[in-house]
């Protein structure tokens, strides 16, 4: 695991190349320059869009036109932000491009009301008859928000407002990513060596055999965090009224159903996910009744979790060797994914390692003009190799959505996001399992697919649970006090755990975990994780039993980016989330698993 430096110091190779959308920063304020035009001109079709199919046809490729171009000028913004949060330049930049991306969105908030001015026999006609037909998912989906696009000069309003409310987000990226960061303290590792924590190097540091070492990791972390609740609470507090207002302002019935109707998803899906598993927590909790006795453990503690179940397994990677096994693994999705993600790791698609100020965690990224990139902190352990395959499950859906769909079809919703991302990591613990006989080792990747399911399937779900809980709260004119938050946040740790630990004064400190979570700042997106996985253990399971067919249909699936509702892609793939089989059939898989470790364990 190598210790954070700062930017200057990371070795070429291992950032990611953004000469690929300017050469230079230079290059980038010329392109701000440029399009800070932009806005105007889109002003200008006003009250003439739909004057008749031609002059609807230009305007919509006008903003196209104009939407690409300022897109890549905020991915780049936006990645140089990241490589160093606590650099100024970065910020400045970023915010320059969100003032620009934010006048832009200003300057068309016109143009849904007035395609919604036309009679809709109309305009439907139109997008039948004319050249017009090219934008039909785009022209359609308008129409279905009829009941929620306000007047010309409201819309204005809502864009305005999201300008001044987007610092609830932002705040806590700061916060969480730089001055946090600066005050955790220091430990002694198993080693003998001071560690400064970070959040890279946090889940490493509680994946560790020594035990004391992941205690003083969990209450140094989570002691610092406490004392930060106060603030992060009233930002919390912030955001979720800015979902709720931004509902109302709509007229959606609540912030949860305004954040799902984007992606045709009804909010049945959503309760139903966690009753679901609710349903199944006796299989997690048996599991950590195992874990707990394999362990050899009179007491366990919530620092306990992340430590593999199965001793002396000791599993570390390179970068490389990562990569590698990450290509290995995805072999029968085909030469064109392989060769493509081959080449996207020579082509420096990635930013490998965690550096000082760098902002946490992994995600994927790019714009349609530029490659789909991935920020990584990898640490050499073998959740940090599945998070590489994650991440280039995204991005592989990305090139392949980029490379057969048009602009404004490329943008794939993130429900079906996750469903690639989770088909990658199980193709690799697969391909894992498939390399071995030793039977400690293969204990030990079954219990890191159990891992997966706790983290994806139970954690994300009891995350989700928590934002509908503090959605709830607020709608119901309750506001979100540090310890409202904290006593919600523990009820809900000691449910989903069950009764394996003792909670006590230590594991008390897991009550302000909410506050170090940036996706309670997404609205809504973290019960899409859990849908992924149900989606992907379907879906990845017939890659490697069916046949060439099942693996055309789902390159088929990356391939078709927005340009159909994300349900019916997903049924295109074989997976229907609008009914409780695939995460009937996810928890059926979970069963198997535990029940194979605990006679792996047992002989």
Request: aromatic residues 10%; hydrophobic residues 35%; charged residues 25%.
């Amino acid at each position: 695991m190598k210790e954070p430096v700062v930017r200057s110091s990371v070795p070429v190779n291992d950032t990611w190349d953004l000469t690929v959308m300017y050469k230079t920063v230079e290059d980038w304020n010329n392109a701000l320059q440029s399009a800070s035009e932009l806005p105007d001109k889109l002003l200008s079709y006003k009250n003439k869009a739909t004057e008749s199919p031609e002059t609807l046809l230009e305007t919509i490729e006008a903003i196209l036109k104009a939407s690409r171009t300022v897109e890549m000028i905020y991915t780049y913004s936006h990645m140089i932000q990241d490589q160093d949060l606590s650099d100024s330049t970065g910020s400045e930049m970023n915010q320059k491009a969100m003032d620009l991306l934010n006048n832009l969105a200003a300057s068309i908030s016109w143009f849904n009301p007035e395609v919604l001015s036309v009679p809709e026999e109309k305009m439907i006609s139109w997008i039948n008859d004319t050249p017009v037909s090219k934008y039909r998912v785009w022209l359609e989906d308008i129409l279905r928000n009829r009941p929620y696009i306000l007047s010309a000069p409201e819309e204005r309003i809502m864009v305005l407002a999201s300008d001044a409310t987007r610092g609830f987000s932002g705040t806590f990226g700061k916060l969480n990513n730089v001055e946090i960061p600066a005050r955790l303290p220091e430990i002694t590792d198993a080693t003998g060596k001071t560690v400064k924590i970070s959040h890279g190097n946090f889940i490493p540091l509680l994946q560790g055999s020594d035990r004391k070492v992941r205690q003083s990791a969990f209450t140094g972390f989570y002691s610092e965090i406490e004392g930060n609740t106060e603030t992060l609470a009233s930002l919390l507090d912030g955001q979720v009224r800015t979902n709720i207002f931004k509902a109302k302002a709509r007229n959606y019935p609540s912030a949860l159903e305004a954040s799902l109707f984007h992606d045709r998803v009804s909010k049945t899906v959503y309760e139903s996910l966690i009753s679901s598993v609710h349903d199944s927590l006796p299989v997690m909790h048996r599991y950590y009744r195992m874990k707990k006795k394999v362990m050899g453990l009179s007491e366990m503690h919530l620092y306990d979790i992340y430590t593999p179940t199965v001793k002396d397994v000791d599993v570390e990677y390179t970068v490389t060797e990562g990569e590698k096994l990450t290509l290995e693994a995805v072999k029968p999705l085909g030469q064109e994914y392989v060769e493509t993600l081959q080449q996207g790791f020579k082509d420096r698609w990635t930013d490998r390692y965690e550096n000082i100020g760098k902002r946490s965690g992994a995600y994927s990224g790019g714009c349609y003009d530029s490659p789909p990139y991935m920020l990584l902190n990898f640490s050499g352990t073998l959740d940090s190799v599945f998070t590489m395959a994650h991440e280039a499950g995204h991005s592989m859906h990305s090139w392949f959505s980029r490379k057969n769909q048009p602009y404004h079809t490329s943008d794939y919703r993130i429900l079906v996001a996750e469903v690639a991302s989770i088909t990658n990591e199980m193709l690799v613990a697969s391909h894992l399992m498939s390399k071995t006989e030793d039977k400690d080792i293969i204990a030990y990747l079954i219990d890191s697919q159990i891992n997966d399911f706790r983290t994806t399937l139970f954690r994300q779900t009891m995350f989700a649970e928590f934002e509908l809980l503090i959605h709830r709260q607020v709608e119901e004119g309750g506001s979100l006090s540090s310890d409202w938050l904290n006593k919600t946040y523990l009820d809900l740790v000691m449910l989903y755990h069950g009764d394996a630990f003792e909670y006590d004064t230590d594991d008390k400190l897991i009550r302000t975990e909410w506050a170090r979570i940036p996706h309670f700042y997404y609205n809504f997106y973290v019960y899409k994780y859990a849908t992924g996985l149900a989606s992907a253990a379907a879906i990845s399971s017939r890659i490697l039993n069916d046949g060439q067919n099942v693996v055309d249909g789902y390159l088929s699936f990356l391939s078709s980016g927005g340009s159909k509702p994300p349900l019916e892609l997903l049924k295109d793939a074989g997976v229907d989330l609008e009914t409780p089989v695939p995460v009937e059939e996810a928890m059926k898989k979970l069963n198997i698993l535990v029940s194979d470790l605990e006679n792996l364990l047992e002989k």
